[in-house]
């Protein structure tokens, strides 16, 4: 059950080394979900099992390592999305205001206010 920990780690540290262009961005997010669902599952079945992380033990540090850069590089993919989804706020906001450039002005025209009552 630890080498295949090993692999599923090692080969969705792999998967997110490469972002991926605009219009496959769905099928790798999906890749990264299925990956870390099966990997979970593994992880979740060890800690059952009664299994703990001994860093001295080779395989242990390794997946330690790799835990580490996973979480890096998700971190790394999710600030891409994130820029990528404000980026398009932006254009739609933009849009908007070059459809319609008057729409937040206010006019005031023929109005007079007291302001001494």
């Known amino acids: 059950m630890e080498q295949q920990l090993l692999q ?4 969705l ?6 972002l991926p262009t605009d219009e496959q961005r769905d099928e790798y997010i999906e890749k990264i979900h299925q990956m870390l669902d099966e990997r979970g599952i593994m992880i979740e079945k060890m800690q059952n099992a009664g299994f703990h992380v001994d ?3 080779k395989s242990h540090a390794m997946l330690a390592q ?3 850069g996973i979480r890096e590089r998700l971190d790394k993919v999710m600030k891409t999305i994130q820029n990528d989804l404000k980026d398009l706020q932006n254009a ?7 459809m319609n450039p008057y729409a937040n002005v206010q006019v005031m025209d ?8």
Not at 110 to 117: A, I, L, P, V
């Open 55 to 57: 860093l001295e033990n």
């Open 13 to 18: 540290y792999q998967h997110l080394t490469n």
């Open 66 to 68: 790799l835990d580490k």
């Open 110 to 117: 023929g109005r007079y206010y007291d302001k001494k009552n």
């Open 92 to 98: 739609k906001k933009n849009e908007k205001q070059y």
């Open 8 to 11: 599923v780690s090692a080969k």
